[in-house]
């Protein structure tokens, strides 16, 4: 139980297009989900919280108007890259908090973004 | 705020060996503490984790830590090492009032070798 499936899994995009990411809980509802950038050989950094059926909240330094989170539903969260530039190539990696309350996150398989 | 320190960015081994990945945190409050795997180009898979009770936890793989409350460290250890262990190694902490977001440490990369 507790999966967190991400797509795609990688994606290339020209510079200036916009890429949505998506984040599915398969097996349970998950009312919080997180998103999270990695640089090669770093740790994860967290950048937004994301809440079922109310705005997301976002990290100090992260532009929301370039991350656009929405959490629609209670299994699905999606990222949404704006107008990506080569600087926003990075890995991104969704997690969903747990259900039974015991602070631990589901991690998905991440996405590997390239912008050219 | 809290905050996690891993000591050692890179950890070689040899084999059947045993190793510790080092952990320390700061918090002025309760903390929950976990140790996260990640393989190449992959999520993050939990190998363990304290919230409350027994000090010493048994996780997946073989894996083990220790909360020391008054060293505040949560050290992870494995008597002997497989080819398959080397991978990234994540320590994290939140706290109650966090809403479980997580703060990382920068990660231990474990290389084991033949």
């Known amino acids: 139980g507790a999966v967190v499936s991400q797509h795609p899994s990688w994606v290339i995009c020209k510079s200036g297009t916009s890429v949505k990411i998506e984040c599915r809980s398969l097996?349970?509802?998950?009312?919080?989900m997180f998103w999270y950038r990695q640089f090669p050989k770093q740790s994860l950094m967290l950048m937004a919280t994301?809440?079922?059926?109310?705005?997301?909240?976002?990290e100090q330094g992260v532009e929301k108007d370039k991350f656009l989170i929405n959490h629609a539903s209670l299994t699905l969260s999606t990222l949404t890259v704006t107008s990506a530039h080569p600087e926003d190539s990075s890995f991104y990696i969704c997690?969903?908090?747990?259900?039974?309350?015991?602070?631990?996150?589901?991690f998905g398989p991440g996405t590997r973004l390239t912008v050219t | 705020a809290q905050s996690v320190t891993q000591l050692d960015s890179q950890v070689p081994v040899f084999e059947e060996a045993p190793v510790e990945l080092r952990c320390n945190y700061s918090?002025?409050?309760?903390?929950?503490l976990f140790w996260y795997v990640q393989y190449p180009n992959q999520g993050l898979q939990l190998l363990l984790k304290?919230?409350?009770?027994?000090?010493l936890v048994k996780g997946i793989n073989g894996f083990e830590a220790e909360f020391n409350k008054s060293q505040t460290s949560f050290h992870l250890r494995k008597p002997s090492v497989h080819i398959s262990d080397t991978a990234e190694y994540f320590c994290a902490v939140t706290k109650e009032t966090s809403g479980s977001r997580l703060t990382f440490g920068e990660g231990t990369q474990l290389t084991v070798n033949p």
């Open positions: 304290y919230l409350s009770g027994s000090t």
């Open positions: 097996d349970f509802q998950a009312t919080t």
């Open positions: 997690s969903a908090r747990d259900p039974h309350g015991t602070y631990e996150q589901y």
């Open positions: 918090s002025s409050v309760s903390v929950y």
């Open positions: 994301s809440n079922e059926g109310s705005k997301a909240t976002y």
